[in-house]
Nanobody
Framework: QVQLVESGGGLVQPGGSLRLSCVAS????????MGWYRQYPGKQRDFVAR???????AYAGDVKRRFTISRDDARNTLYLEMNDLMPEDTAVYYC????????WGQGTQVTVSS
C-alpha cells in the first residue's frame, strides 16, 4: 500500500522560508525518482521538483534557485526547502513518485501572504 504523508506547510510572509517533508512507503521511495508537485485551486497538479534515486535534482523554472529538493533514503523522506517565497507559491504541495502514481497524500498547504 502506497503511503505519502506531507507536512511542514504554513503561513509565511513574502521572502520567508519553509521546509516541507514527505514520508513515503519504502517500496515507493526506493524504487522511483520522487518529486514535489503543487496544486492551485481549481487547477491540476504541476511539477515542482524531482530527486532521482542517484540524488540528481531538477526544478520547474519558476522555483529554480529558490527551492532545493533533497532525500533521506534511510528515512524514506523527501524534503523541499523553499526560500524567498512569493505569493504565487501559495498552493497545496504534494509529493509522489515520478511519474506520479494514482494514490496521493493529503498534501500540505503553503500560504505566502503579508
Amino acid at each position: 500500500q502506497v503511503q505519502l504523508v506531507e507536512s511542514g506547510g504554513g503561513l509565511v510572509q513574502p521572502g520567508g522560508s519553509l521546509r516541507l517533508s514527505c514520508v513515503a512507503s519504502e517500496t515507493l521511495f526506493s524504487g522511483y525518482s520522487m518529486g514535489w508537485y503543487r496544486q492551485y485551486p481549481g487547477k491540476q497538479r504541476d511539477f515542482v521538483a524531482r530527486s532521482s534515486r542517484d540524488g540528481t535534482a531538477a526544478y520547474a523554472g519558476d522555483v529554480k534557485r529558490r527551492f532545493t529538493i533533497s532525500r533521506d533514503d534511510a528515512r524514506n523522506t523527501l524534503y523541499l526547502e523553499m526560500n524567498d517565497l512569493m505569493p504565487e507559491d501559495t498552493a497545496v504541495y504534494y509529493c509522489n513518485s515520478i511519474p506520479a502514481g494514482d494514490s496521493w497524500g493529503q498534501g500540505t498547504q503553503v500560504t505566502v501572504s503579508s
